[in-house]
């Protein structure tokens, strides 16, 4: 015996249609074909259920656009399934003005809406379809494409601060005195965001292969890890080391390199572009004059370059400028030594306690503190040269004696983050900082250009016989300047998305 009963029902928004099947199997028993207990089977009734759509879907909800580089990304949330099952979603982007409207579709959220007009507004919306039809579209919302936007990290309407950071207070006048910045080229935080970009940016080299930063590296105290560094090509190497960056505004008169053939930071920072070894845009790739219009053509500096300057036209002295801002911009404040330092700087003491023992330094980093700070019957006199609290060279400064006979000056970068380097001097021939210590201690050479503060009375090369346990407090005080919120603060790092 077997029953079916089929029931129809029809709402406003759907149809559902519901049908079981109930079976009932029954053995009969006796003359009559009546059933008993024992011989009967009931089974469970099977129920299914189908839902099928008589109205086009509800609007999408929730719309947020994202602007990308020549691009807009959709996030957005369905609407509800009650309507049956959506097959997609178009989503639409009208310009502001005349132009086509670009229609893109997808099957779920987000979608990306390509070929936009960087810097042009675009309306916004999505709706869904299902098999009656396209539904009612979101609200619309309204996105400006941007190849800042799509390819960086930077926020132009909340810019990080580059052009007034809170200096401690014994970075006083006589710092000030030493800030090599132009009258005409101030730190403000627009341009240092360009130089930030450019700084990171390897399409400055001639085959997109290298950067500033990949010769000044954050993690290695803005310099190279390596002795010499990597130049475009891959097969060719700097001959000088890379040299740290950090307070690099604290020096005067200003000059750059460590042969300080450059009067400033400014003419200093496309040098190392135009270099053929370094990033190739020498003389046989087109120099300067071929970087530019390469620069021009790329679509996050016509934005930056007008963001800065008013202008998207790229000039030598713009990327100069930009560059120089940015690194400029890398005030060391932050090592154990200025921590402690901080709480016992008094202005009224000639030397502003400098000979006082600095708090929250180890035993064998104060010891090298006061070796590195006092002068003859005290100390090694260190800091006649190494200028602290920036730690940057005296501008009287003359040769430390590498070499016999050596009539070069060379210029050293500030000693803040010393500690990261790997590889010391100009050349680059000492590897550790124990090395360098030991040069100090017994291994200056003589020659007309020897600073006279290493030398002994009588004008041989001074030899300091400093103890073991001395030389490695020297050490230890030098590890004590590494300034490790420079080398990981965010503004000083790539601004570029993965």
């Known amino acids: 015996?077997?029953?079916?009963?089929?029931?129809?029902?029809?709402?406003?928004?759907?149809?559902?249609?519901?049908?079981?099947?109930?079976a009932l199997v029954a053995c009969g028993g006796g003359s009559g074909g009546g059933s008993t207990a024992g011989n009967?089977?009931?089974?469970?009734?099977?129920?299914?259920?189908t839902i099928t759509s008589s109205t086009t879907p509800d609007a999408p909800t929730s719309l947020?656009?994202?602007?990308?580089?020549?691009?807009?990304?959709?996030?957005?949330?369905?609407?509800?399934?009650?309507?049956?099952?959506?097959?997609?979603?178009?989503?639409?982007?009208?310009?502001?003005?005349?132009?086509?409207?670009?229609?893109?579709?997808?099957?779920?959220?987000?979608?990306?809406?390509?070929?936009?007009?960087?810097?042009?507004?675009?309306?916004c919306k999505v709706n869904a379809t299902n098999v009656v039809g396209a539904g009612a579209a979101s609200v619309s919302t309204t996105v400006t494409p941007s190849a800042v936007a799509g390819l960086l990290t930077l926020n132009l309407t909340s810019l990080s601060n580059y052009a007034a950071p809170t200096l401690p207070a014994y970075y006083d006048?006589?710092?000030?005195?030493?800030?090599?910045?132009?009258?005409?080229?101030?730190?403000?935080?627009?341009?240092?965001?360009?130089?930030?970009?450019?700084?990171?940016?390897?399409?400055?080299?001639?085959?997109?292969?290298?950067?500033?930063?990949?010769?000044?590296?954050?993690?290695?105290?803005?310099?190279?890890?390596?002795?010499?560094?990597?130049?475009?090509?891959?097969?060719?190497?700097?001959?000088?080391?890379?040299?740290?960056?950090?307070?690099?505004?604290?020096?005067?008169?200003g000059s750059m390199f460590w042969d300080k053939r450059t009067a400033s930071v400014e003419l200093q920072a496309s040098q190392p572009i135009q270099n053929a070894i370094e990033m190739g845009f020498d003389a046989t790739h087109g120099g300067i004059a071929a970087l530019l219009p390469k620069l021009q053509a790329i679509g996050y500096y016509q934005e930056l370059f007008t963001f800065a300057f008013g202008?998207?036209?790229?000039?030598?002295?713009?990327?100069?400028?930009?560059?120089?801002?940015?690194?400029?911009?890398?005030?060391?404040?932050?090592?154990?030594?200025?921590?402690?330092?901080?709480?016992?700087?008094?202005?009224?003491?000639?030397?502003?306690?400098?000979?006082?023992?600095?708090?929250?330094?180890?035993?064998?980093?104060?010891?090298g503190r006061a070796l590195f700070m006092g002068g003859p019957g005290v100390g090694v006199g260190c800091a006649a040269c190494h200028v602290p609290p920036t730690f940057s060279l005296a501008a009287n400064s003359l040769s430390n004696g590498l070499d016999a006979g050596e009539t070069r000056i060379f210029k050293s970068p500030s000693l803040k983050s010393v500690g990261l380097a790997g590889a010391f001097m100009h050349d680059g021939r000492f590897s550790t900082l124990d090395q360098v210590v030991d040069f100090y201690n017994n291994g200056v050479q003589g020659g007309p250009a020897l600073d006279p503060r290493l030398t002994a009375p009588g004008?041989?090369?001074?030899?300091?016989?400093?103890?073991?346990?001395?030389?490695?407090?020297?050490?230890?005080?030098?590890r004590a300047l590494t300034d490790t919120t420079l080398a990981t603060d965010a503004k000083f790092l790539t601004p570029f998305k993965p």
């Open 1 to 22: 015996m077997r029953a079916k009963k089929t029931i129809l029902r029809n709402a406003t928004q759907r149809s559902l249609t519901i049908g079981f099947v109930i």
């Open 40 to 49: 009967s089977t009931t089974q469970t009734p099977t129920v299914t259920t």
């Open 64 to 123: 947020v656009a994202t602007a990308g580089n020549a691009s807009a990304i959709l996030t957005f949330v369905a609407p509800s399934t009650t309507t049956g099952t959506i097959s997609s979603y178009t989503a639409s982007c009208t310009p502001t003005g005349a132009g086509a409207v670009l229609t893109v579709t997808g099957s779920a959220s987000p979608i990306t809406v390509n070929g936009l007009t960087n810097g042009t507004p675009y309306t």
């Open 173 to 253: 006048n006589a710092v000030t005195a030493i800030d090599n910045t132009p009258a005409g080229n101030v730190v403000n935080n627009k341009t240092a965001t360009l130089g930030r970009v450019l700084f990171y940016d390897k399409n400055l080299s001639f085959n997109n292969t290298v950067s500033c930063a990949s010769c000044h590296q954050a993690a290695a105290g803005f310099s190279d890890p390596a002795r010499f560094s990597t130049g475009f090509s891959d097969s060719a190497f700097t001959t000088a080391h890379s040299m740290r960056l950090g307070n690099i505004r604290y020096y005067r008169p």
């Open 311 to 367: 202008d998207a036209n790229v000039t030598e002295a713009r990327i100069q400028n930009a560059l120089a801002q940015f690194e400029r911009s890398m005030v060391s404040i932050n090592s154990a030594w200025d921590t402690g330092f901080a709480s016992v700087f008094n202005p009224a003491l000639a030397d502003q306690g400098r000979s006082l023992p600095v708090p929250g330094l180890t035993a064998q980093e104060d010891r």
């Open 459 to 478: 004008g041989a090369p001074r030899v300091l016989n400093l103890s073991v346990a001395d030389k490695a407090a020297l050490v230890a005080f030098l």
